[in-house]
């Protein structure tokens, strides 16, 4: 891995000269390995760029920028967008028009950062091998579909930039090796894949503040337990759902009449299967009886049994 780290610095710098290059910054592990490499290589010509859409995870915005600021030392330019994104999904309920507006706005927001910055010939991304394959949908994954549009899918040939991208040839398990040796926290390399439509997949109904704080709190409590009791590296994915549904419960003396919050947790090697985590009776008992006690507007928690196929693991 350090002569990997070598040959790819030195052919960085071969590719990209004195010139200037922009990379999109997800806080996942691909852009943030491809980050800190590219920065390796050749530190002030990299800007990355992180779009905060509004659909992020609690403090999820707060950890990126840390993550800059403690571990790579490049430029970061954070574009809070949030208003914007929420304003157009106003009353959408349909998945794909909310990916289509996400991902429409997402290119908006990111080209008029760029644009600040003046002469720019590179966008660097974090395309790893499965990505260049799955560019071409194998056997009808919608996944492998859906990616082509995330990933800031057009834009290089809309700012007739030269795409940069050093993690190519590697696969998921090389590009955390690299991380580490890169000097990125175990947080950062072993961090659950996230969509780029973020949480505005997970609600399941047109979005508002309301159920994305609900979300929000409901997530975070369901990682928290999940991190203390040791299963957060034994999984794929986790997170929570926030379903269309109401029910009636009952607090003290009162009747509520509130949400319901699904959790998701499955084990996969590629996403392209998987199946649902058997979580310990224990744990579960004690993240639905966190969220319901501690999240206002969330009086029912269920466990998604399903696996993929034929469920995917995303809900919409
Ligand atoms: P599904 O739900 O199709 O998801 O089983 C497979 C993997 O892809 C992720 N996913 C997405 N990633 N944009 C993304 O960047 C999307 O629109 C999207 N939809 C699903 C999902 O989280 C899982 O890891």
């Not at 590219?38 to 010509?45: L, T, V």
């Not at 790579?72 to 349909?94: C, E, N, Q, W, Y």
Request: proline share 5%; net charge positive; charged share 25%.
């Amino acid at each position: 891995m350090g002569d990997f780290i070598e040959i790819a610095v030195e052919k960085i710098r071969q590719q990209v000269g004195s010139k200037r290059v922009i990379l999109g910054l997800s806080g996942g592990v691909d852009s943030s390995v491809a980050a800190a490499l590219i920065d390796r290589a050749i530190g002030k010509q990299l800007t990355s760029i992180f779009v905060d859409n509004g659909l992020l995870r609690q403090n999820e915005r707060e950890e990126v920028i840390k993550l800059f600021n403690d571990h790579i030392p490049g430029k970061l330019r954070v574009a809070k967008a949030g208003k914007l994104f929420l304003g157009k999904l106003k009353g959408i309920i349909d998945p794909e028009k909310k990916r289509k507006i996400i991902g429409k706005t997402f290119i908006e927001v990111f080209d008029k950062e760029v644009k600040k910055l003046g002469n720019v010939d590179f966008l660097a991304q974090g395309t790893l091998y499965p990505d260049v394959i799955e560019s071409v949908p194998i056997g009808g994954n919608p996944a492998a579909l859906i990616k082509s549009h995330h990933n800031v899918g057009g834009l290089p040939e809309k700012m007739k930039l030269k795409l940069l991208e050093p993690l190519r040839e590697l696969f998921k398990d090389e590009v955390r090796l690299l991380g580490k040796k890169l000097g990125l926290p175990d947080h950062v390399i072993n961090r659950h894949p996230f969509p780029g439509p973020g949480l505005g997949v997970r609600v399941l109904r047109d979005i508002t503040p309301k159920c994305l704080t609900v979300l929000r709190q409901a997530d975070a409590i369901f990682i928290d337990e999940l991190h203390r009791s040791g299963w957060y590296g034994k999984l794929w994915q986790a997170f929570c759902v926030f379903l269309p549904v109401r029910s009636v419960g009952v607090m003290g003396d009162e009747r509520t009449y509130e949400n319901v919050i699904c959790l998701r947790a499955v084990t996969s090697s590629d996403a392209m299967t998987a199946d649902w985590a058997k979580l310990p009776d224990g744990l579960l008992r004690k993240i639905s009886s966190r969220i319901i006690n501690e999240v206002q507007g969330a009086n029912r928690v269920v466990y998604d049994v399903s696996s993929k196929p034929p469920s995917t693991i995303e809900w919409e």
